[in-house]
């Protein structure tokens, strides 16, 4: 009772949005994951420390310009978030290959 006071639970009864939270959560770990593993995995292959430093710095660098560009198209053309995030989503594995 304590808790339900605290927080608004009524909305875990919505099952899209569940879902898209459970969807966005996977997201989020795994390019979390990715970019926590990438350095010690370069590192191992015989990269320099630069060279993976560099290659964090452009991966973060990409991403927040990314992020702007993504605010900046939304203010001028009016899209479904599903379809943003579908095609941020095949964009971001296509460029990690």
């Known amino acids: 009772k ?5 927080f608004e639970l009524s909305i875990l009864k919505d ?3 569940v879902i898209m939270s459970v969807g966005i959560s996977f997201v989020f770990v795994s390019d979390f ?6 350095p010690l995995a370069m590192l191992e292959e015989g990269y320099t420390t630069s060279e993976t430093s560099l290659t964090i710095t452009i991966g973060a660098s990409a991403e927040l310009v990314a992020r702007i560009l993504l605010a900046v198209f ?3 053309i009016d899209t479904r978030a599903k379809t943003i995030f579908f095609f ?3 964009a971001m594995g296509i460029a990690k290959l």
């Open 2 to 6: 304590m808790l339900a006071d605290l």
């Open 88 to 90: 941020a989503t095949i």
């Open 74 to 76: 939304t203010l001028f």
């Open 15 to 17: 099952r899209t949005f």
């Open 33 to 38: 994951t990715f970019m926590s593993l990438l």
